[in-house]
């Protein structure tokens, strides 16, 4: 029985080798739906392999196998939770968007509008990541009106 890791390489070896035949990674993705992933990073290696997959299908088949085993991703993200493992690597932008994982960026005003009215239960602000206060004064007076008139002539208005 392969390991995890030699899983994982073969997946990411595999998924670029068009002239590997559709069957050895068909094999492989049945073996990964029922591994056990340890480690964040075995879980973003996965994932990413499953994009490219599912992007680069090699045929029907297998795209409806990588779409299972995506949506498996968001239970071993939840067991990688539980587990009081590592998962801060989950948060990196570079591959957020893992279910169960999070998504932090700086996102357009028209942006924010739309998650906020299609997920408003999973949408929250990092006010600590947030440093520049001063950049409110052209944003705030959207949500506060009375604040328009400071707002153009102070510079640090006390939001």
């Known amino acids: 029985m392969a390991t995890t890791e030699q899983l994982l390489n073969k997946l990411e070896a595999g998924k670029r080798?068009?002239?590997?035949?559709?069957?050895?990674?068909t094999a492989t993705l049945t073996?990964?739906?029922?591994?056990k992933l340890d480690s964040a990073d075995d879980l973003v290696?996965?994932?990413?392999?499953?994009?490219?997959l599912?992007?680069?299908?090699?045929?029907?088949?297998?795209?409806?196998?990588?779409?299972?085993?995506?949506?498996?991703?968001?239970?071993?993200?939840?067991r990688l939770f539980d587990d009081e493992v590592d998962t801060s690597l989950l948060?990196?932008?570079?591959?957020?968007?893992?279910?169960g994982g999070s998504?932090?960026?700086?996102?357009?005003?028209?942006?924010?509008c739309w998650?906020?009215?299609?997920?408003?239960?999973?949408?929250?602000i990092d006010w600590d990541w947030f440093e520049e206060e001063d950049r409110f004064g052209a944003t705030m007076p959207r949500f506060m009106p009375l604040l328009e008139?400071?707002?153009?002539?102070e510079a640090h208005v006390p939001f």
């Open 115 to 124: 998650l906020v009215a299609k997920y408003p239960a999973q949408v929250s």
């Open 31 to 35: 073996q990964l739906e029922k591994a």
């Open 91 to 99: 948060n990196d932008p570079e591959v957020s968007g893992i279910a």
């Open 54 to 78: 599912r992007a680069y299908p090699r045929g029907p088949r297998m795209l409806k196998q990588v779409e299972k085993v995506i949506k498996r991703c968001e239970s071993l993200a939840e």
């Open 103 to 112: 998504v932090t960026s700086n996102f357009s005003y028209a942006i924010v």
């Open 17 to 25: 080798a068009f002239d590997l035949p559709q069957a050895s990674l």
């Open 149 to 153: 008139d400071d707002a153009m002539v």
């Open 45 to 52: 290696r996965l994932h990413e392999a499953l994009l490219f």
